[in-house]
T-cell receptor, first 116, second 112 residues
Framework: DAGVIQSPRHEVTEMGQEVTLRCKPI?????LFWYRQTMMRGLELLIYFNNNVPIDDSGMPEDRFSAKMPNASFSTLKIQPSEPRDSAVYFC??????????????FGQGTRLTVV | DQQVKQNSPSLSVQEGRISILNCDYT??????FLWYKKYPAEGPTFLIS?????DKNEDGRFTVFLNKSAKHLSLHIVPSQPGDSAVYFC???????????FGTGTRLKVLA
């Protein structure tokens, strides 16, 4: 298995532009997570899905952020409009139903976003 | 409100010695705890975990200890190797919840 696949690996955009980050979870995993890594907050959970349904989006910073999971093999995180303070590394992770089994989450390699 | 705390941002240890990384949590509903290792430009990778029904779990050079009454866990690496130099994240999960809450990480540097 190729693991969790994220694209792009790097994204540089201008303030005010729309940014879309993509994630393909590991086949058969029911839970998907989006995290943001910053120096101050470490790995901050933004949103997670179970069986393609958003369960908890309380970590989404504000309305400029949205996430979708149209099917079991694809998810997007969109920022519109982007701001310089959104610059961070964004990770996607998947897990086989973490809630009912004590299992770990598997992470992608991340997308480094720079908003100038 | 940081539910999982790693109060030491960095740690330096001599090769061959023991590395001890600490983690505290505030939510008594957490019952599963994990440690992840992260190298630069890579995603975090799972290292070791422990369920709340145990107080110790060992895997090779890595041992995790859990003190539920103190809401504290620690990761011991013995002996430490230069390849262990990375950022270590502690994470917690609660029964019936799907999400993992991470700490801010501790950067370990093992000196040759």
């Amino acid at each position: 298995d190729a693991g969790v696949i994220q694209s792009p690996r790097h994204e540089v955009t201008e303030m005010g532009q729309e940014v879309t980050l993509r994630c393909k979870p590991i086949s058969g995993h029911n839970s998907l997570f989006w995290y943001r890594q910053t120096m101050m907050r470490g790995l901050e959970l933004l949103i997670y899905f179970n069986n393609n349904v958003p369960i908890d989006d309380s970590g989404m910073p504000e309305d400029r952020f949205s996430a979708k999971m149209p099917n079991a093999s694809f998810s997007t995180l969109k920022i519109q409009p982007s701001e310089p303070r959104d610059s961070a590394v964004y990770f996607c992770a998947s897990s086989p139903s973490a809630g009912y089994q004590n299992t770990e989450a598997f992470f992608g390699q991340g997308t480094r976003l720079t908003v100038v | 409100d940081q539910q999982v705390k790693q109060n030491s941002p960095s740690l330096s240890v001599q090769e061959g010695r023991i590395s001890i990384l600490n983690c505290d949590y505030t939510n008594s509903m957490f019952d599963y705890f994990l440690w992840y290792k992260k190298y630069p430009a890579e995603g975090p990778t799972f290292l070791i975990s422990i369920s709340s029904i145990k107080d110790k779990n060992e895997d090779g050079r890595f041992t995790v200890f859990l003190n539920k009454s103190a809401k504290h866990l620690s990761l011991h690496i013995v002996p430490s190797q230069p390849g262990d130099s990375a950022v270590y994240f502690c994470a917690a999960s609660g029964s019936g919840t799907y999400k993992y809450i991470f700490g801010t990480g501790t950067r370990l540097k093992v000196l040759a």
